[in-house]
C-alpha cells in the first residue's frame, strides 16, 4: 500500500498537484479540523464509489491513518483502484508535523 507523509502531500497541495483528499472520518471530526479533503466517512464509501476516481492520486485519510487504510483495502478489493494513498499517521500527524 503506497503512503505519504503530511510534508510531502503539504507540497504537493500548494504546487496544485492533480489529486483528490477524501477524509473518511466521521462529520464531527471533519468539521474540528480538515485539510479541504471531501467527506466520504468510512460507512458510506461503497455507496459513494462513483466520487472516487481511478484515473489520478487519491489520498485518504483519518485520524490516526487505520481507519484510511482499511478504507484503502476495501476499496482495492474492488479491483479498479490501485491509485489509492494513505495519509501516514492521519490528522495527527499532519498536527505534529506540519503545526510545530
Not at 492533480?18 to 472520518?25: E, K, Q, S
Request: glycine share 8%; net charge neutral.
Amino acid at each position: 500500500m503506497q503512503s505519504i507523509e503530511p510534508t510531502v502531500l503539504k507540497d504537493k497541495m500548494s504546487k496544485g498537484e492533480n489529486l483528490l483528499l477524501i477524509d473518511v472520518r466521521e462529520p464531527f471530526e471533519h468539521e474540528t479540523f480538515n485539510i479541504g479533503g471531501i467527506l466520504i466517512p468510512m460507512n458510506e464509501l461503497m455507496e459513494r464509489l462513483d466520487e472516487i476516481p481511478a484515473d489520478k492520486p487519491v489520498i485518504l485519510y483519518c485520524q490516526k491513518g487505520i481507519r484510511s487504510v482499511i478504507a484503502i483495502q476495501r476499496l482495492q478489493q474492488r479491483g479498479k483502484y490501485n491509485n489509492l494513498i494513505n495519509l501516514s499517521g492521519g490528522m495527527d500527524n499532519w498536527i505534529k508535523e506540519l503545526r510545530k
